[in-house]
Protein backbone atom coordinates (compact mmCIF):
# COMPACT_ATOMS: atom_id res chain seq x y z
CA UNK A 1 0.00 0.00 0.00
CA UNK A 2 2.95 2.30 0.73
CA UNK A 3 4.54 1.93 -2.54
CA UNK A 4 1.63 4.11 -4.27
CA UNK A 5 1.83 7.48 -3.02
CA UNK A 6 1.57 10.99 -4.97
CA UNK A 7 4.89 10.92 -6.02
CA UNK A 8 4.81 7.58 -7.84
CA UNK A 9 1.42 8.60 -9.28
CA UNK A 10 2.76 12.13 -10.62
CA UNK A 11 5.62 9.88 -12.15
CA UNK A 12 3.47 7.62 -13.99
CA UNK A 13 1.39 10.78 -15.16
CA UNK A 14 4.00 12.32 -16.12
CA UNK A 15 5.65 9.63 -17.99
CA UNK A 16 2.60 9.08 -20.38
CA UNK A 17 0.94 12.66 -20.61
CA UNK A 18 4.21 15.21 -20.09
CA UNK A 19 3.14 17.57 -22.62
CA UNK A 20 -0.90 17.76 -21.28
CA UNK A 21 -0.32 18.34 -17.80
CA UNK A 22 -0.06 22.12 -16.90
CA UNK A 23 0.78 22.37 -13.41
CA UNK A 24 0.85 19.97 -10.54
CA UNK A 25 0.16 20.98 -6.90
CA UNK A 26 -0.39 19.48 -3.80
CA UNK A 27 -3.08 21.64 -1.35
CA UNK A 28 -4.04 19.40 2.01
CA UNK A 29 -2.27 15.89 0.74
CA UNK A 30 -4.68 15.66 -2.58
CA UNK A 31 -2.28 15.36 -5.97
CA UNK A 32 -3.72 18.17 -8.11
CA UNK A 33 -3.01 18.40 -11.68
CA UNK A 34 -3.87 20.66 -14.38
CA UNK A 35 -4.88 19.05 -18.00
CA UNK A 36 -5.04 19.93 -21.43
CA UNK A 37 -8.81 19.08 -21.80
CA UNK A 38 -8.85 16.78 -25.18
CA UNK A 39 -6.92 14.49 -22.64
CA UNK A 40 -8.88 13.71 -20.00
CA UNK A 41 -10.50 10.42 -21.57
CA UNK A 42 -7.13 9.17 -22.32
CA UNK A 43 -5.87 9.73 -19.15
CA UNK A 44 -8.92 8.73 -17.01
CA UNK A 45 -8.62 5.00 -18.88
CA UNK A 46 -4.87 5.29 -18.39
CA UNK A 47 -5.83 5.13 -14.63
CA UNK A 48 -8.43 3.63 -15.21
CA UNK A 49 -6.95 0.17 -16.64
CA UNK A 50 -2.95 1.27 -14.64
CA UNK A 51 -2.32 -2.29 -13.24
CA UNK A 52 -0.92 -0.86 -10.12
CA UNK A 53 -2.68 2.52 -9.68
CA UNK A 54 -6.17 0.99 -10.12
CA UNK A 55 -7.80 4.12 -10.35
CA UNK A 56 -11.28 3.16 -10.89
CA UNK A 57 -13.61 5.37 -8.83
CA UNK A 58 -15.28 8.41 -9.55
CA UNK A 59 -16.03 10.20 -6.63
CA UNK A 60 -16.81 13.83 -7.82
CA UNK A 61 -17.28 15.81 -10.83
CA UNK A 62 -18.50 19.63 -10.98
CA UNK A 63 -17.77 22.66 -12.35
CA UNK A 64 -16.18 26.27 -11.66
CA UNK A 65 -16.32 29.68 -12.93
CA UNK A 66 -13.62 32.39 -13.11
CA UNK A 67 -14.84 35.03 -14.84
CA UNK A 68 -11.62 37.12 -14.76
CA UNK A 69 -9.56 34.37 -16.08
CA UNK A 70 -8.80 34.86 -19.59
CA UNK A 71 -9.20 32.23 -21.47
CA UNK A 72 -9.77 29.47 -19.00
CA UNK A 73 -13.62 31.21 -17.68
CA UNK A 74 -15.04 27.76 -16.87
CA UNK A 75 -13.36 24.51 -15.31
CA UNK A 76 -14.28 21.29 -14.73
CA UNK A 77 -12.58 19.57 -11.75
CA UNK A 78 -12.77 15.17 -11.28
CA UNK A 79 -11.63 13.84 -7.91
CA UNK A 80 -10.76 10.40 -8.44
CA UNK A 81 -10.25 7.68 -6.06
CA UNK A 82 -8.28 4.48 -6.09
CA UNK A 83 -9.81 2.14 -3.64
CA UNK A 84 -7.21 -0.42 -4.12
CA UNK A 85 -4.21 2.12 -3.14
CA UNK A 86 -6.53 4.41 -1.16
CA UNK A 87 -5.01 7.48 -3.10
CA UNK A 88 -6.91 10.35 -4.14
CA UNK A 89 -6.12 12.78 -7.23
CA UNK A 90 -7.57 16.09 -8.78
CA UNK A 91 -7.94 16.56 -12.13
CA UNK A 92 -8.70 19.98 -13.23
CA UNK A 93 -9.28 20.55 -17.03
CA UNK A 94 -9.86 24.49 -18.04
CA UNK A 95 -12.01 25.96 -20.93
CA UNK A 96 -12.74 29.38 -22.27
CA UNK A 97 -16.21 30.44 -21.82
CA UNK A 98 -16.83 30.82 -25.64
CA UNK A 99 -16.26 26.95 -26.54
CA UNK A 100 -17.39 25.50 -23.11
CA UNK A 101 -16.58 21.98 -24.54
CA UNK A 102 -15.02 18.84 -23.23
CA UNK A 103 -15.73 14.80 -23.63
CA UNK A 104 -17.98 12.98 -21.85
CA UNK A 105 -16.42 10.83 -19.30
CA UNK A 106 -19.64 8.77 -19.33
CA UNK A 107 -17.74 6.07 -21.32
CA UNK A 108 -15.42 5.45 -18.29
CA UNK A 109 -17.57 6.20 -15.48
CA UNK A 110 -21.98 5.72 -15.45
CA UNK A 111 -21.68 7.92 -12.29
CA UNK A 112 -20.34 10.92 -14.33
CA UNK A 113 -23.73 10.91 -16.30
CA UNK A 114 -25.84 13.22 -13.78
CA UNK A 115 -23.14 14.80 -12.44
CA UNK A 116 -22.08 15.74 -15.58
CA UNK A 117 -26.09 17.29 -16.48
CA UNK A 118 -25.54 19.03 -12.73
CA UNK A 119 -22.89 21.07 -14.02
CA UNK A 120 -24.24 21.24 -17.72
CA UNK A 121 -26.99 23.08 -15.74
CA UNK A 122 -25.71 25.52 -13.69
CA UNK A 123 -22.33 26.12 -15.96
CA UNK A 124 -23.78 25.68 -19.07
CA UNK A 125 -20.18 23.17 -19.90
CA UNK A 126 -21.21 21.21 -23.25
CA UNK A 127 -20.32 17.40 -22.51
CA UNK A 128 -19.23 16.21 -26.03
CA UNK A 129 -20.56 12.21 -26.41
CA UNK A 130 -22.86 12.44 -23.34
CA UNK A 131 -25.80 10.39 -23.82
CA UNK A 132 -28.80 12.64 -22.54
CA UNK A 133 -27.27 15.94 -21.70
CA UNK A 134 -30.35 18.32 -20.70
CA UNK A 135 -30.93 19.65 -17.43
CA UNK A 136 -31.43 17.83 -14.40
CA UNK A 137 -32.25 20.42 -11.28
CA UNK A 138 -33.58 23.35 -13.05
CA UNK A 139 -36.31 23.42 -15.29
CA UNK A 140 -36.25 23.04 -18.68
CA UNK A 141 -37.00 26.30 -20.31
CA UNK A 142 -34.42 28.09 -18.12
CA UNK A 143 -32.57 30.14 -20.36
CA UNK A 144 -29.04 31.05 -18.46
CA UNK A 145 -26.63 28.99 -16.15
CA UNK A 146 -27.54 30.27 -12.70
CA UNK A 147 -23.97 29.16 -10.96
CA UNK A 148 -22.05 30.98 -12.95
CA UNK A 149 -21.01 34.52 -11.70
CA UNK A 150 -22.39 36.95 -13.46
CA UNK A 151 -25.82 36.09 -11.71
CA UNK A 152 -25.53 37.59 -8.03
CA UNK A 153 -27.60 36.55 -5.52
CA UNK A 154 -30.19 39.10 -4.49
CA UNK A 155 -28.43 41.71 -2.13
CA UNK A 156 -29.59 42.06 0.89
CA UNK A 157 -29.08 46.06 1.35
CA UNK A 158 -31.57 46.67 -2.09
CA UNK A 159 -34.63 48.90 -1.18
CA UNK A 160 -36.30 48.67 -4.76
CA UNK A 161 -38.52 46.42 -3.57
CA UNK A 162 -41.63 46.95 -2.15
CA UNK A 163 -41.52 45.45 1.35
CA UNK A 164 -45.31 45.08 2.32
CA UNK A 165 -44.92 42.42 0.03
CA UNK A 166 -41.82 40.50 1.66
CA UNK A 167 -43.34 41.34 5.56
CA UNK A 168 -40.36 43.54 6.28
CA UNK B 1 -66.49 1.82 -35.69
CA UNK B 2 -67.67 -0.12 -32.79
CA UNK B 3 -65.15 -3.03 -34.69
CA UNK B 4 -62.24 -0.74 -34.32
CA UNK B 5 -61.54 -1.70 -30.64
CA UNK B 6 -61.27 -5.30 -31.40
CA UNK B 7 -58.39 -4.75 -33.95
CA UNK B 8 -56.52 -2.89 -31.35
CA UNK B 9 -53.15 -4.67 -30.84
CA UNK B 10 -52.86 -4.92 -27.18
CA UNK B 11 -49.63 -6.99 -27.39
CA UNK B 12 -47.65 -4.47 -28.53
CA UNK B 13 -49.07 -1.70 -26.23
CA UNK B 14 -46.55 -0.38 -23.49
CA UNK B 15 -48.39 1.56 -20.45
CA UNK B 16 -46.61 4.40 -18.74
CA UNK B 17 -47.23 4.75 -15.46
CA UNK B 18 -45.91 7.95 -13.26
CA UNK B 19 -44.53 6.94 -10.32
CA UNK B 20 -44.83 10.41 -8.40
CA UNK B 21 -43.45 13.05 -8.09
CA UNK B 22 -45.84 13.13 -4.83
CA UNK B 23 -46.28 9.24 -4.02
CA UNK B 24 -47.54 7.72 -0.72
CA UNK B 25 -44.43 4.73 -1.44
CA UNK B 26 -41.74 7.13 -2.39
CA UNK B 27 -41.39 8.73 0.94
CA UNK B 28 -39.69 11.83 -0.80
CA UNK B 29 -40.81 13.97 -4.39
CA UNK B 30 -38.99 11.60 -6.85
CA UNK B 31 -40.54 10.74 -10.09
CA UNK B 32 -40.41 8.10 -12.04
CA UNK B 33 -41.97 7.27 -15.04
CA UNK B 34 -42.18 3.70 -16.16
CA UNK B 35 -42.67 2.00 -18.82
CA UNK B 36 -44.94 -0.81 -17.81
CA UNK B 37 -45.66 -4.18 -19.88
CA UNK B 38 -48.20 -5.42 -17.11
CA UNK B 39 -46.87 -5.62 -14.57
CA UNK B 40 -43.31 -5.85 -15.38
CA UNK B 41 -41.19 -2.68 -15.84
CA UNK B 42 -39.67 -2.45 -19.27
CA UNK B 43 -37.39 0.81 -18.51
CA UNK B 44 -38.14 4.22 -16.54
CA UNK B 45 -36.87 7.61 -17.22
CA UNK B 46 -36.13 9.47 -14.04
CA UNK B 47 -36.76 13.27 -13.16
CA UNK B 48 -35.58 14.90 -10.29
CA UNK B 49 -35.00 18.73 -8.93
CA UNK B 50 -38.44 19.13 -7.45
CA UNK B 51 -36.69 20.35 -4.16
CA UNK B 52 -34.33 22.17 -5.71
CA UNK B 53 -33.12 25.10 -3.64
CA UNK B 54 -30.03 26.05 -4.86
CA UNK B 55 -27.65 25.59 -1.76
CA UNK B 56 -24.36 25.49 -3.45
CA UNK B 57 -25.11 29.27 -4.79
CA UNK B 58 -26.80 30.41 -1.51
CA UNK B 59 -23.08 28.95 -0.12
CA UNK B 60 -21.23 31.15 -2.40
CA UNK B 61 -22.95 34.25 -0.67
CA UNK B 62 -23.23 33.25 3.62
CA UNK B 63 -20.27 33.52 5.74
CA UNK B 64 -18.89 30.04 6.69
CA UNK B 65 -20.85 29.61 9.84
CA UNK B 66 -24.44 30.15 8.15
CA UNK B 67 -23.46 27.42 5.92
CA UNK B 68 -24.22 24.83 8.66
CA UNK B 69 -28.04 25.05 8.81
CA UNK B 70 -27.73 24.62 4.48
CA UNK B 71 -25.97 21.04 5.21
CA UNK B 72 -28.99 20.06 8.01
CA UNK B 73 -31.21 20.31 4.87
CA UNK B 74 -29.31 17.54 2.72
CA UNK B 75 -29.62 14.37 4.21
CA UNK B 76 -32.36 15.39 7.07
CA UNK B 77 -32.64 11.57 8.47
CA UNK B 78 -28.83 12.23 9.45
CA UNK B 79 -28.45 16.16 9.73
CA UNK B 80 -25.22 16.02 12.52
CA UNK B 81 -23.15 13.96 10.22
CA UNK B 82 -23.30 16.75 7.30
CA UNK B 83 -23.21 19.83 9.88
CA UNK B 84 -20.08 17.82 11.21
CA UNK B 85 -18.62 16.87 7.88
CA UNK B 86 -18.90 20.91 7.15
CA UNK B 87 -17.06 21.90 10.71
CA UNK B 88 -13.97 19.09 10.00
CA UNK B 89 -13.84 20.61 5.94
CA UNK B 90 -13.37 24.28 7.34
CA UNK B 91 -11.57 22.97 10.32
CA UNK B 92 -8.77 21.22 7.71
CA UNK B 93 -8.81 24.44 5.79
CA UNK B 94 -7.86 26.28 8.06
CA UNK B 95 -5.38 24.06 9.57
CA UNK B 96 -7.35 23.33 12.81
CA UNK B 97 -6.68 20.18 15.54
CA UNK B 98 -9.24 19.34 17.51
CA UNK B 99 -9.01 18.44 20.78
CA UNK B 100 -9.68 14.28 21.83
CA UNK B 101 -12.61 15.16 23.37
CA UNK B 102 -14.52 17.25 20.92
CA UNK B 103 -13.71 14.45 18.36
CA UNK B 104 -15.09 11.71 20.93
CA UNK B 105 -18.01 13.79 21.73
CA UNK B 106 -18.84 14.45 17.50
CA UNK B 107 -18.25 10.62 17.15
CA UNK B 108 -21.24 9.81 19.68
CA UNK B 109 -23.60 12.42 17.88
CA UNK B 110 -22.79 11.20 14.56
CA UNK B 111 -23.08 7.58 15.45
CA UNK B 112 -26.08 8.04 16.89
CA UNK B 113 -27.24 10.34 14.15
CA UNK B 114 -26.20 6.98 12.08
CA UNK B 115 -28.54 4.64 14.32
CA UNK B 116 -31.27 7.40 13.44
CA UNK B 117 -30.91 6.97 9.90
CA UNK B 118 -30.94 3.29 10.10
CA UNK B 119 -32.95 2.71 12.18
CA UNK B 120 -35.74 4.86 9.34
CA UNK B 121 -34.62 3.19 6.45
CA UNK B 122 -34.77 -0.49 7.91
CA UNK B 123 -38.25 -0.08 9.27
CA UNK B 124 -39.73 1.71 5.84
CA UNK B 125 -38.33 -1.46 4.22
CA UNK B 126 -40.52 -2.79 6.44
CA UNK B 127 -43.50 -0.75 5.91
CA UNK B 128 -43.32 -1.07 1.87
CA UNK B 129 -43.52 -4.98 2.41
CA UNK B 130 -47.02 -4.66 4.57
CA UNK B 131 -45.11 -4.75 8.14
CA UNK B 132 -46.08 -1.51 10.09
CA UNK B 133 -45.41 -2.67 13.30
CA UNK B 134 -41.57 -2.42 13.49
CA UNK B 135 -41.86 0.77 11.90
CA UNK B 136 -43.94 1.97 14.61
CA UNK B 137 -42.13 0.82 17.09
CA UNK B 138 -38.25 1.67 16.37
CA UNK B 139 -39.96 5.19 15.53
CA UNK B 140 -39.68 5.95 19.19
CA UNK B 141 -36.07 5.43 19.80
CA UNK B 142 -35.45 7.50 17.10
CA UNK B 143 -37.07 9.82 18.74
CA UNK B 144 -35.28 9.27 21.71
CA UNK B 145 -32.08 10.01 20.20
CA UNK B 146 -33.26 12.86 18.66
CA UNK B 147 -33.93 14.04 22.94
CA UNK B 148 -30.30 13.53 22.86
CA UNK B 149 -29.96 15.85 20.26
CA UNK B 150 -32.49 18.30 21.74
CA UNK B 151 -30.23 17.94 24.97
CA UNK B 152 -27.60 18.54 23.19
CA UNK B 153 -28.10 21.44 20.58
CA UNK B 154 -31.62 22.35 21.31
CA UNK B 155 -32.89 21.29 18.00
CA UNK B 156 -34.14 17.83 16.74
CA UNK B 157 -34.28 17.09 13.13
CA UNK B 158 -32.17 19.94 11.72
CA UNK B 159 -30.29 20.16 14.23
CA UNK B 160 -27.03 22.47 13.40
CA UNK B 161 -25.17 20.97 16.08
CA UNK B 162 -21.56 21.87 16.94
CA UNK B 163 -19.44 24.64 15.45
CA UNK B 164 -16.29 25.22 12.84
CA UNK B 165 -13.74 24.85 16.15
CA UNK B 166 -15.45 22.63 18.52
CA UNK B 167 -18.85 21.92 20.11
CA UNK B 168 -21.39 24.83 21.08
CA UNK B 169 -21.65 23.05 24.86
CA UNK B 170 -19.98 20.29 26.53
CA UNK B 171 -22.48 17.32 27.12
CA UNK B 172 -24.88 18.38 30.13
CA UNK B 173 -25.38 15.06 32.82
CA UNK B 174 -28.47 15.28 31.83
CA UNK B 175 -27.40 14.38 28.00
CA UNK B 176 -24.97 11.57 29.53
CA UNK B 177 -27.61 9.96 31.33
CA UNK B 178 -29.67 9.82 28.12
CA UNK B 179 -26.85 8.35 26.03
CA UNK B 180 -26.36 5.91 28.67
CA UNK B 181 -30.63 4.92 29.10
CA UNK B 182 -30.11 4.44 25.43
CA UNK B 183 -26.94 2.37 25.08
CA UNK B 184 -28.68 0.04 27.87
CA UNK B 185 -32.29 -0.23 26.45
CA UNK B 186 -31.74 -0.39 22.45
CA UNK B 187 -30.18 -3.29 22.17
CA UNK B 188 -33.18 -4.66 23.18
CA UNK B 189 -35.59 -2.91 21.01
CA UNK B 190 -33.45 -3.91 18.10
CA UNK B 191 -33.47 -7.57 18.99
CA UNK B 192 -37.06 -7.31 18.71
CA UNK B 193 -36.95 -5.55 15.44
CA UNK B 194 -34.88 -8.01 14.38
CA UNK B 195 -36.82 -10.83 15.19
CA UNK B 196 -39.71 -9.04 13.64
CA UNK B 197 -38.23 -8.92 10.04
CA UNK B 198 -34.63 -10.68 9.72
CA UNK B 199 -36.07 -14.48 9.17
CA UNK B 200 -39.44 -13.66 8.43
CA UNK B 201 -40.89 -15.85 5.56
CA UNK B 202 -42.87 -12.80 4.12
CA UNK B 203 -39.93 -10.44 4.08
CA UNK B 204 -37.25 -12.93 2.90
CA UNK B 205 -39.71 -13.23 -0.25
CA UNK B 206 -40.14 -9.67 -0.58
CA UNK B 207 -36.41 -8.84 -0.22
CA UNK B 208 -34.12 -11.46 -1.44
CA UNK B 209 -32.97 -11.25 -4.96
CA UNK B 210 -34.78 -7.94 -5.65
CA UNK B 211 -33.20 -4.90 -6.87
CA UNK B 212 -29.36 -6.96 -7.11
CA UNK B 213 -26.33 -5.31 -8.36
CA UNK B 214 -23.11 -6.72 -8.62
CA UNK B 215 -20.09 -4.66 -7.37
CA UNK B 216 -18.31 -4.01 -10.45
CA UNK B 217 -21.82 -2.01 -11.66
CA UNK B 218 -22.26 -0.60 -8.19
CA UNK B 219 -18.55 0.95 -8.42
CA UNK B 220 -19.23 1.98 -12.11
CA UNK B 221 -22.50 4.21 -10.68
CA UNK B 222 -20.49 5.48 -7.97
CA UNK B 223 -22.63 3.76 -5.09
CA UNK B 224 -21.13 3.77 -1.70
CA UNK B 225 -22.22 3.34 1.97
CA UNK B 226 -24.22 0.21 2.84
CA UNK B 227 -25.68 0.29 -0.87
CA UNK B 228 -22.07 -0.66 -2.11
CA UNK B 229 -21.37 -2.43 1.38
CA UNK B 230 -23.93 -5.26 0.35
CA UNK B 231 -22.49 -5.71 -2.72
CA UNK B 232 -19.25 -7.06 -0.54
CA UNK B 233 -16.84 -4.39 -1.09
CA UNK B 234 -15.79 -3.11 2.55
CA UNK B 235 -15.58 0.64 1.57
CA UNK B 236 -16.37 2.94 4.43
CA UNK B 237 -14.61 6.49 4.81
CA UNK B 238 -14.31 5.75 8.53
CA UNK B 239 -11.68 3.39 7.55
CA UNK B 240 -10.13 4.00 4.73
CA UNK B 241 -9.83 8.20 5.34
CA UNK B 242 -10.15 8.30 9.28
CA UNK B 243 -11.32 11.71 10.22
CA UNK B 244 -12.03 12.35 13.76
CA UNK B 245 -10.04 9.89 15.78
CA UNK B 246 -12.25 6.77 14.12
CA UNK B 247 -9.12 4.76 14.33
CA UNK B 248 -9.36 5.04 18.17
CA UNK B 249 -12.09 2.54 18.02
CA UNK B 250 -12.97 -1.08 17.46
CA UNK B 251 -15.67 -1.83 14.89
CA UNK B 252 -16.24 -4.14 11.94
CA UNK B 253 -17.54 -3.43 9.04
CA UNK B 254 -20.71 -5.02 7.91
CA UNK B 255 -20.78 -6.33 3.76
CA UNK B 256 -23.42 -8.27 2.20
CA UNK B 257 -23.04 -10.59 -1.31
CA UNK B 258 -25.59 -10.49 -3.44
CA UNK B 259 -26.55 -6.64 -3.21
CA UNK B 260 -30.09 -6.91 -3.48
CA UNK B 261 -32.19 -5.68 -1.10
CA UNK B 262 -32.00 -7.85 1.85
CA UNK B 263 -28.41 -7.53 1.78
CA UNK B 264 -28.98 -3.64 2.19
CA UNK B 265 -31.20 -4.14 5.65
CA UNK B 266 -28.69 -6.90 6.78
CA UNK B 267 -25.77 -4.66 6.47
CA UNK B 268 -27.84 -1.66 7.79
CA UNK B 269 -29.13 -3.64 10.80
CA UNK B 270 -25.22 -5.04 11.72
CA UNK B 271 -24.11 -1.20 11.17
CA UNK B 272 -26.55 -0.43 13.74
CA UNK B 273 -25.26 -2.73 16.16
CA UNK B 274 -21.64 -1.62 15.63
CA UNK B 275 -22.87 2.18 16.26
CA UNK B 276 -23.83 0.96 19.36
CA UNK B 277 -20.80 -0.55 19.82
CA UNK B 278 -18.85 2.98 18.99
CA UNK B 279 -21.13 5.20 21.21
CA UNK B 280 -20.31 2.81 23.86
CA UNK B 281 -16.73 2.80 23.71
CA UNK B 282 -16.44 6.36 22.85
CA UNK B 283 -18.84 6.91 26.19
CA UNK B 284 -16.49 5.38 28.59
CA UNK B 285 -13.16 6.29 27.10
CA UNK B 286 -14.43 10.23 26.74
CA UNK B 287 -12.11 12.24 27.73
CA UNK B 288 -11.17 15.16 29.72
CA UNK B 289 -10.58 18.44 28.32
CA UNK B 290 -11.97 21.41 26.55
CA UNK B 291 -14.96 20.71 23.97
CA UNK B 292 -13.76 23.70 21.58
CA UNK B 293 -9.96 24.12 20.10
CA UNK B 294 -8.49 27.51 20.26
CA UNK B 295 -9.73 29.18 17.13
CA UNK B 296 -10.89 32.86 18.28
CA UNK B 297 -11.34 33.84 14.35
CA UNK B 298 -14.38 31.34 14.21
CA UNK B 299 -15.73 29.44 17.55
CA UNK B 300 -17.75 32.40 19.23
CA UNK B 301 -16.43 32.95 23.19
CA UNK B 302 -18.72 32.77 25.93
CA UNK B 303 -21.62 35.32 25.98
CA UNK B 304 -20.66 36.66 29.89
CA UNK B 305 -17.44 37.08 28.53
CA UNK B 306 -18.70 38.99 25.35
CA UNK B 307 -20.54 41.20 27.97
CA UNK B 308 -17.41 42.06 29.80
CA UNK B 309 -14.07 41.22 27.81
CA UNK B 310 -13.26 43.58 25.38
CA UNK B 311 -11.38 41.28 23.23
CA UNK B 312 -14.07 38.44 23.29
CA UNK B 313 -16.46 41.01 22.02
CA UNK B 314 -14.18 41.83 19.13
CA UNK B 315 -13.99 38.67 18.40
CA UNK B 316 -17.83 38.36 18.54
CA UNK B 317 -18.14 40.90 16.32
CA UNK B 318 -15.94 39.71 13.61
CA UNK B 319 -17.53 36.01 13.63
CA UNK B 320 -20.90 37.23 13.31
CA UNK B 321 -20.55 39.54 10.97
CA UNK B 322 -18.20 37.36 9.10
CA UNK B 323 -15.06 39.30 8.62
CA UNK B 324 -12.35 36.42 9.77
CA UNK B 325 -9.97 35.88 7.63
CA UNK B 326 -9.50 32.20 5.78
CA UNK B 327 -6.88 31.33 3.86
CA UNK B 328 -6.73 30.50 -0.02
CA UNK B 329 -6.91 27.46 -1.62
CA UNK B 330 -9.01 24.07 -2.13
CA UNK B 331 -9.80 21.26 0.26
CA UNK B 332 -11.85 17.89 -0.11
CA UNK B 333 -12.89 16.41 2.75
CA UNK B 334 -15.50 13.53 3.18
CA UNK B 335 -17.59 12.18 5.92
CA UNK B 336 -19.19 8.61 6.06
CA UNK B 337 -22.91 9.79 6.02
CA UNK B 338 -25.71 7.59 6.43
CA UNK B 339 -26.34 6.73 2.64
CA UNK B 340 -22.17 6.97 1.71
CA UNK B 341 -19.74 8.68 1.10
CA UNK B 342 -20.85 12.38 1.72
CA UNK B 343 -18.25 15.30 0.30
CA UNK B 344 -17.66 18.59 0.40
CA UNK B 345 -15.20 20.72 -1.72
CA UNK B 346 -14.51 23.38 -0.96
CA UNK B 347 -12.31 26.58 -2.46
CA UNK B 348 -11.55 29.56 -1.17
CA UNK B 349 -10.55 32.85 -2.51
CA UNK B 350 -9.65 33.94 1.10
CA UNK B 351 -12.99 36.27 1.30
CA UNK B 352 -15.81 35.87 3.47
CA UNK B 353 -17.38 33.29 1.40
CA UNK B 354 -16.56 30.24 -0.21
CA UNK B 355 -15.63 30.34 -3.35
CA UNK B 356 -17.34 27.57 -4.68
CA UNK B 357 -18.43 25.00 -2.58
CA UNK B 358 -19.66 21.55 -4.04
CA UNK B 359 -21.35 18.68 -2.04
CA UNK B 360 -20.92 15.38 -3.29
CA UNK B 361 -24.06 13.98 -2.14
CA UNK B 362 -24.32 10.50 -2.04
CA UNK B 363 -27.92 9.67 -3.00
CA UNK B 364 -27.15 12.02 -6.38
CA UNK B 365 -24.90 9.69 -7.84
CA UNK B 366 -26.52 6.27 -6.84
CA UNK B 367 -30.24 7.07 -7.65
CA UNK B 368 -28.76 6.77 -11.26
CA UNK B 369 -28.10 2.92 -11.02
CA UNK B 370 -32.26 2.61 -10.08
CA UNK B 371 -33.40 1.93 -13.27
CA UNK B 372 -31.25 -0.59 -13.40
CA UNK B 373 -32.08 -2.24 -10.85
CA UNK B 374 -35.71 -2.29 -11.37
CA UNK B 375 -36.20 -3.08 -14.76
CA UNK B 376 -37.44 -6.89 -15.28
CA UNK B 377 -38.85 -6.50 -12.06
CA UNK B 378 -42.59 -5.57 -10.92
CA UNK B 379 -43.77 -2.53 -9.86
CA UNK B 380 -43.74 -3.37 -6.06
CA UNK B 381 -40.85 -4.65 -6.17
CA UNK B 382 -39.44 -1.36 -7.46
CA UNK B 383 -41.01 0.15 -4.43
CA UNK B 384 -39.11 -1.81 -2.37
CA UNK B 385 -35.79 -1.40 -4.10
CA UNK B 386 -36.40 2.58 -3.65
CA UNK B 387 -36.92 2.30 0.18
CA UNK B 388 -33.84 0.10 0.54
CA UNK B 389 -31.64 2.30 -1.26
CA UNK B 390 -32.36 5.47 0.87
CA UNK B 391 -32.90 7.91 -1.29
CA UNK B 392 -33.11 11.51 0.24
CA UNK B 393 -35.03 13.80 -1.68
CA UNK B 394 -32.93 16.55 -0.28
CA UNK B 395 -30.04 15.29 -0.49
CA UNK B 396 -30.71 14.25 -4.09
CA UNK B 397 -31.49 17.63 -5.33
CA UNK B 398 -29.27 19.96 -2.89
Same mark, same amino acid.
Given at each position: MNDVNNAYLLKELQEEFMDAIHSVEEPYGMLT???????????????????????QFLTDLCGLHFPDNKGKELSVVYHLHS???????RIKCYMPIEAPQINSITSVYEASNWQERE??????? %????? !??? =??????? %????? !??? =???PLEDQTRTDKDDKYFGR | MENNITEFDYKSEYTTLNLGPTHP????????????????IVDTEQTCGYIHRAFEKIAEHRPFYQITPLTDRLNYCSSPINNMGWHMTVEKLLGVDMPKRVDYMRIIIMELARIADH???????????????????VFQWREKIYDIFEEVCGARLTTNIGRIGGMERDFSPACIKKIREFLQEFPKILREFTKLLERNRIFMDRTVGVGAISTERALKYGLTGPNLRAT???YDVRVMSPYSSYNDFDFVIPVGINGDTYDRFMVRQQEMWESHKIITQALENLPEGKFFAEVPEFY???????????????????????????????????VEGGNGELGFYLVSDGGRAAYRLHFRRPSFIYYQAYPEMIKGSTLSDAIVTMSSMNVIAGELDA
Open positions: IELDRVQILPLLNFLYQHPVIQMFTKNIRLTYDFFGI %EFVGH !PNL =KRILNVD %EMDYF !PMR =KEY | ATHGIFQNILTMDGEILICNSVIGVDVGALTGFTYGLDLPPKEEVYNKMEALIWHFKIVMGEADVPVGEVYHS
